[in-house]
């Protein structure tokens, strides 16, 4: 069973700093891009940042370029989003995704955690 565990949430003052954490089970991650998402209440759910799974190669939302930095260490099957700068808008509830072949593509979720920006 392929699950999917976020963890590294929490309330953060401007400017600060939060490292993210997906943990993987049930799958190795070592060729499948993992993506993070998040949504802001009473917002849709918006793409953040996605890393390839072949090459490694990471893409940012335009939002948060030059402030978070995805990363993944396949020895612990873990994908991590490194988030600097942060700012109020940056509050919302952040999943990881993948999309896994097990018989047939699905796409899993984490369940979320929570990311609050404020003073």
């Known amino acids: 069973q392929v699950q999917l565990v976020e963890s590294g949430g929490g309330l953060v003052q401007p400017g600060g700093s939060l490292r993210l954490s997906c943990a993987v089970s049930?799958?190795?991650?070592?060729?499948?891009?993992v993506s993070w998402f998040r949504q802001a209440p009473g917002k849709e759910r918006e793409g953040v940042s996605c890393i390839r799974g072949d090459d490694g190669t990471p893409l940012y939302a335009d939002s948060v370029k030059g402030r978070f930095t995805i990363a993944r260490d396949n020895a612990k099957n873990t994908v991590y989003l490194q988030m600097n700068n942060l700012k109020p808008e940056d509050t919302a509830v952040y999943y990881c995704?993948?999309?896994?072949?097990?018989?047939?593509?699905?796409?899993?979720w984490g369940q979320g955690t929570q990311v609050t920006v404020s003073s």
């Open positions: 049930g799958v190795k991650l070592d060729y499948y891009a």
């Open positions: 995704n993948a999309e896994i072949y097990r018989s047939s593509w699905s796409m899993y």
